[in-house]
Each structure stands twice: as structure tokens, then as C-alpha cells.
């Protein structure tokens, strides 16, 4: 069977944000049409950007950009909801505006950490004042067009601790330079070369350097056609791998940057079949490609702090397939899924031991017992996190037992059309 899955969330948050600020109009193809790219474009109506809504099948679509200093005051706080990205980078786009605007989210989203992007941007120029917890949302931001050149070591590899200060060097014309100690997705980096911010980066001993050094006064419109989310294909990958699926299926278009690829080389050592068919076109921003799948016999692996970068939203599906690998999978060097969508280390052990699954929580990851072939019964939670919604699903429909997932609705916030495709995917065995 051949499928796709929806646009990258990480790429059409990052190109509608990207085409607001930019001079003329940009033209986006197969942008990603759910709850997260909807909190941010919410967000950029409310700062002014008049924009139509993105269609759901995928086709263009025209956003006018006003310009690096064209966003206006919004009348009312600018809600992201469920979404980090958008919460994130906007608070970088914001800090180098002249203007005051509130972000808010979510109850989930509130309790996400917001110092680890205010505190640079802080030394940048810009004021957050807080309006609940110190280091959370909501936070009102007053910025300033002209903020103070950073240096920066981040504690932590993350595109969006990255990008938001990156995106406040471009609105806030300020040289930026950002050392993390493992690169992260690259995304940001990539689409500003292609409208006329350069940014370089490269490895040192501290970690991975990214510079931009001489932000634009203006940065063009961009033309960008979003691949397939390798982090939505994942879960049909999961799927197929678990024997859910048949024996052969490939999932076309999907974006293949090296910087979120690390899945793919954990599924070869666990024992699967995938093969990957570059389609890159020519000046494509991002690498896209087809994947074939194949199930085999699912071994135990080890993921360790090297590559957690690269596939950071995969890790639950990780862990639900060490539950049907043989031997022990031990995921370390992860910490950072502690402050996700939830602890996701805390609710997939919960989910996985209430399957009847040995897990050993680690701080910085946990170890799983696997069993293959078990029938795995019971009842697991949501835990109101789009990613684990749809991890513990796929683990139901692919093993024999009976799971019931309680709200498991919340896959909407980045893979809309999720349940049907499953469903269609698991009907042709
Ligand atoms: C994202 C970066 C990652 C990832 C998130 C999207 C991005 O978060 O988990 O789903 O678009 O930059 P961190 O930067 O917090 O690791």
C-alpha cells in the first residue's frame, strides 16, 4: 500500500512564521492543517498578518508578509495553545519587535519552561513580565527592534530554544551566535539561508555553533513545498514494524533531513526492513524521500544522549517497541522528554506497566523488558499528549490484546486524519 502522511509540523510552523515577516508574498504547498499550525497562525492574525486559513488537503497557499518591523500590538493575548514551537519561536519573533503582546497557552502548555528562551533573550534587550509562574506562560514580552548581539551556550540541543533566538536576531537585527551541546534540527537554519538571512553552522569543542551574523534589513518571500512529517510517518513505520500492517508499505514524500532521520536507523537495528528512495528536487530546501517498510523480527536496541536530538519525538515509540522486541531496550540521555506535551518519560512507563510491561524509569530515560509475540490487554491514558495518544494506539491496533487508550482525540494537534489512516492501514491484513 502507498500513503502520505500530513506536512511537517516543525517546517510549516517555522515557514508560517517565516513568510509573515518577509517582503512580498510567499506561496506554501502541503502546509501541515491542525491544532498546533492553527495556534500560530491565530497568533499572526493577531499580530496583524492577514492570511487565509490552510487548507486541509494540502494545496498552496499565498500569505503576505509585512516586513521584519510590520506586526502590530495585538488587541488581546495571542494563545498558542497546545503548541511549544509556536509559543517558543514567537516569543523570539516578539522580543525583537517594537511592540508588547501576551502569550499564552494551554494548561499543558503553561507548565512548559519558557526561561530557557527568555533568559538569553533577556540579555538581548528584551523585558518578559511574567503573569502566573516565574519562567512560564503566560508571559507579556516587550521588545525591542534593536537588540544586543548574543553569545549563547545552551544547556540543552533544541531547534526551538535555537530558533527563537535566531528568530530574534532577524527581527531584532542582532548578530547571534548560539552554541548547543548536540546539534538540533536544522529547519530554522535552512529556510533563513533561502530568504536572505545567512546563518552558518559548524562543529567546535564546546558543542554545535550556529552564527548568524549580519541579519538582514529585509528578508525576501519564500517558496516552499513542506514534505511528509518523518515524525507522523513514524507511527505508521511503528505500525508495519509491530506486524499491524502487512508486509509492505511505502510512504511517499516525507521529509528526510538528517537531523530527524535517527528513527529510521534505530527500526535497521532493531531488525527492520526500511529502505529510503531520495526524491529530493532540484534546490529543494529540505531533503524528501519515500520510505519502504518491511516488518522483521524486532530485536532490543540501545538509544543513547548522541542521538536523542535526532529523533526526540520518536523516543515513545521507541519504548512501545522494545515492549514487543526481544531482549532489553534502554533509552538514556533523554531528559528533555521530561518537559514535552507530558513527562513522557513518567506516563509511557505508567502506560507500559499498565499493559503488564517490565519498565525501569530512569531519570534520563527507562529500560523495557520485551516480550514478542505477548498479547498485550489494558487500559492506558492519553495523558492529554498528542504523541503518547498516538503511540499507545498504534500498540493497540498491532498487538492482539485488548488496549483501550481514553483520550485518545488529541492526535489532531499534529497528525490529523491519524485514526482513519491507522484503520485503513490495518484492514488490509
Ligand atoms: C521542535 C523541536 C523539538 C520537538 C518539537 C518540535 C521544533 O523540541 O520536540 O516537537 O519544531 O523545533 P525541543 O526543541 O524542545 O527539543
Known sequence: MRIRVPGDKSLSQRALILSALGRGTSRLKGLLCSGDTESTLRALRGLGIRT??????????????????????????????????????????????????????????????????????????????????????????????????????????????????????????AHTVLTEPLESRDHTERMFNAVGAAVTGRETDAGWRVEMPHPPDEIGPLDFTVPGDISSAAFVLTLVALGGAGTEVTIQSVGLNRTRTAFLDVLSRMGVDIEVHDRTPEGSIEPVGDLVVRPGGLLATSVGAFETPFLIDELPLVAVLGACAEGETRISGAQELRVKESDRILTVTENLRALGVAVEELDDGLIVQGVPGRKLSGRVSAFGDH????????????????IAVADARVSDVSFPGFDQLIQKLTEQV
Open 52 to 173: 487565509p486559513n490552510i487548507p486541509r488537503d494540502g494545496s498552496e497557499v499565498f500569505i503576505q508578509g509585512v516586513g521584519l518591523d510590520g506586526l502590530k500590538t495585538p488587541d488581546d493575548a495571542l494563545d498558542l495553545g497546545n503548541s511549544g514551537t509556536g509559543a517558543r519561536l514567537l516569543l523570539g519573533v516578539l522580543a525583537g519587535s517594537n511592540l508588547s503582546a501576551t502569550i499564552d497557552g494551554d494548561a499543558s502548555l503553561r507548565m512548559r519552561p519558557m526561561a530557557r528562551v527568555t533568559k538569553p533573550l533577556e540579555l538581548m534587550g528584551a523585558r518578559f513580565q511574567p503573569l502566573g509562574r516565574v519562567g512560564r506562560l503566560p508571559v507579556t514580552v516587550h521588545g525591542s527592534s534593536k537588540l544586543k548581539p548574543l553569545e549563547w551556550s545552551s544547556p540543552v540541543a533544541s531547534g526551538q530554544i535555537k530558533s527563537s533566538l535566531l528568530f530574534a536576531g532577524l527581527t531584532g537585527r
Open 387 to 402: 504523541r503518547i495518544a498516538m503511540s499507545f494506539s498504534v500498540l493497540a491496533k498491532a498487538t492482539g490484546g485488548s
